[in-house]
């Protein structure tokens, strides 16, 4: 494990004698720690204020019971989470995560990081995040909404486009965006578009909010390899997970040239050697909510569906891990390695375990980090936000070429700061670097707070 500069020691054994049992939180915080030597040896104002030290503390968590009523009129009880963790850039942003692994670890460990990856798209907006450990798997469209509208009954009093506006992640959709922001709306009686992102197009969503994350990480993937003179023309890519990051990623590539040939979810892959049919992925895994076995069924001849396993096994030139956190280790790293991979770039949070991160850039791999390249998501939230506040809405053109402009503007940050601070070509510093810098000179103009 790399050592920590002397200063953080304390600071990350602080974190963990704090934060028992949240291991996912310890990770994240650590993997930012260890870039952050060259810039507190650099800078002792942010020591002095004890910016780091206050960054590892959400201003504000909150718990919250959640009850509703099953179909069959069963009482169920979940556990709501909203972490607000740092607002010296803007409001709260980041999604809500629907699914029984969601604990306050996780939440914390994905609010932390969308506070770097927020400050990265330069635009005005903090870090936070939430969810619930309610599963929606196999439940009714009907006991979606009440879940989710019970929800809101006790989120709502923490948000408003100045305060806290979340947005989707894993489970959480167009479908419950819309159920939430019914909600609000109904307790608020304020039609305040402004306070959820991800909204449907009629009524005040953005273009590309739903692709955004997707084409973002597709659009970085493409500036680092014409930063070595590449392109994605005839690239093999494979792309794990087959909800809305991993669907978009997969027609970005096929429109930009390369073939995605491997999807999977939770419990198995398909390899499809004459390429992800992205619209018909989409079809099955979110209109239907089927799996990708009922995608290779449909599919038929080049599709082969493989239960269990790894799809880390399919050689490729590119990986894209666009599922969920951990989700690549070391084997996975080590049988990438062996068949010619030679970018990973993340479009999920946290994908990649410290371990596989060190083991894909030992061998030269060249390794992007999801608070970087999956930044396009929350990036076009903010477009969305500002397209309400002004009370108007953009073209899909036009929308899709300031994404793919803020993209543009994170990779050559990243690239500029890590080769200022002496690593070039380091993306993970870069992102670190950058991304810290900013909220920290917030913090330090705003006081003590
Ligand atoms: N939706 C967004 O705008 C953003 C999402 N992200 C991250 O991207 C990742 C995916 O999120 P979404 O696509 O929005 O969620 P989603 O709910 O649409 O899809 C998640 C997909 O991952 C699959 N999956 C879950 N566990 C898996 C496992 N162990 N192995 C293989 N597949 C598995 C599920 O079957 C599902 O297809 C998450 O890490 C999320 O935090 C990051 C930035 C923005
Ligand atoms: O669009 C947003 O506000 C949040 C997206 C998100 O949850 C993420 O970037 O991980």
Known sequence: ???????????????????????????????????????????????????????CEPERQIIFRVPWQDDAGRVQINRGFRVEFNSALGPFKGGLRFHPSVYLG??????????FKNSLTGLP???????????PRGRSAAEVMRFSQSFMTELYRHLGEYTDVPAGDIGVGGRE?????????RITNRYESGTLTGKGLSWGGSQV????????????????????GDSFDGKRVVVSGSGNVAIHATEKVHQLGGLVIACSDSDGYVVDEAGIDFELLHEVKTEQRGRVSDYAAVRGGSARYVAGGS?????????????TQNELGVDGAERLVRNGCTVVAEG???????????????????????KAVNAGGVATSALEMQQNA????????YTEERLAEIMRSIHDRCLETAEEYGQPGDYVAGANITGFTRVADAMLALGLI
């Open 1 to 55: 494990m790399p050592q920590l500069h002397e200063t953080l020691v304390p600071v990350f054994e602080e974190v963990v004698a704090r934060n028992p049992g949240e291991r996912e939180f310890h990770q994240a915080v650590r993997e930012v720690l260890e870039s952050l030597g060259g810039v507190v040896a650099k800078h002792p104002e942010y020591t002095d204020a004890e910016v780091i030290r206050r960054l």
């Open 106 to 115: 996780i939440v914390k460990f994905l609010g932390f990081e969308q506070i």
């Open 125 to 135: 907006i903090g870090g936070g995040k939430g969810g619930s450990d309610f599963n």
């Open 177 to 185: 965006i819309g159920y939430l922001f019914g909600q609000y709306k």
């Open 209 to 228: 909010r739903t692709e955004a994350t997707g084409y973002g990480t597709v659009f970085f993937v493409d500036e680092i390899l014409k930063a070595a």
């Open 311 to 323: 799809i880390w096994d399919v050689p490729c030139d590119i990986a894209l891990p666009c599922a």
């Open 348 to 370: 999920a949070n946290m994908p990649t375990t410290p371990d596989a991160i060190r083991l894909l850039r030992d061998a030269g791999v060249r390794f992007a980090p999801g």
């Open 390 to 397: 002004s009370r108007d809405s953009w073209s899909f053109e």
